[in-house]
């Protein structure tokens, strides 16, 4: 909760602005923002993966048993991460998956911010939708503020989810989000924590407390309509 208040005006401005306007459609929200980024905690795709668990994670179809072993962290040697980004999200299957058709592709626009935008395709469609050139400068998709607002888009431009979350169905939005159903109990979790609290409230709340000494108070009173 502690990062959703320091960002309190980002989160209802983009609450507002992608229509994340409903307790549900909250909730599934800020469940799935909360499990890719390990509790708003990680901007920056990890890969120091055991030669195991980058097999289990991507499998033999992304990286070789071989590359595997070579890149992978083991006892003797630590997790060669530009390597594996370039493999995984690499070659043929990250052109076609991710757009990816450029040499260090992988690496240069691994997965960062809060839902882990991945792959240039990615970054191209959200520089195009805000004008952010994360493509020359893919580390401003770590930027908290346009990490939130990434997360909108995705969420509901890209993939429009918000009509999922209508539904209840986290494992549908799971698969959009995750292209799988990795971690799926701890996002149920979040979810079921996140339906229990006014997000919406405390979050006008904190607002009210950075905003009454601002003169333009009124201006922030109506777009967010604090009073309620």
């Known amino acids: ?44 795709e990890s890969l120091n993966y055991s030669p195991q668990g980058l097999i289990k ?6 990286i070789s048993v071989e590359q595997a072993n070579l890149y992978g962290r083991t006892a003797k040697q630590k997790a ?17 998956n991710l757009g990816n058709t450029k040499v260090g592709d992988g ?18 469609a959200y520089k195009e939708y805000s004008g952010h050139d994360v493509i020359s400068n893919p580390d401003l998709a770590s930027r908290p503020d346009i990490a939130i607002d990434i997360a909108g888009w995705f969420w509901s431009v890209r993939f429009k989810l918000n009509p999922i979350a209508d539904t209840n169905n986290i494992n549908s939005i799971t698969k959009k989000i995750n292209g799988g159903l990795t971690n799926l109990t701890e996002r149920v979790k979040q979810l079921n924590y996140y339906i229990t609290i ?26 967010f309509n604090l009073n309620k």
């Not at 549900?24 to 905690?41: D, P, T, V």
């Not at 994670?57 to 992304?62: L, S």
């Open 107 to 124: 690496w240069r626009f691994k997965g960062r911010g809060l839902i882990q935008l991945t792959g240039r395709a990615n970054y191209q």
């Open 80 to 96: 060669n991460q530009e390597a594996i980004a370039n493999i995984v999200y690499g070659g043929n299957w990250g052109k076609v």
């Open 198 to 223: 006014d997000t919406l409230g405390i979050l006008k709340k904190k607002v009210k407390t950075i905003l009454l000494p601002n003169p333009n108070y009124n201006f922030w009173f109506g777009l």
């Open 1 to 44: 909760m502690d990062f959703l208040l320091t960002n309190s005006i980002t989160f209802l401005s983009i609450f507002k602005k992608y229509a994340i306007n409903t307790p549900r459609r909250i909730a599934h929200f800020l469940a799935q923002l909360h499990e890719e980024s390990g509790g708003y905690a990680k901007f920056n």
């Open 57 to 62: 994670t991507f499998g033999t179809n992304q």
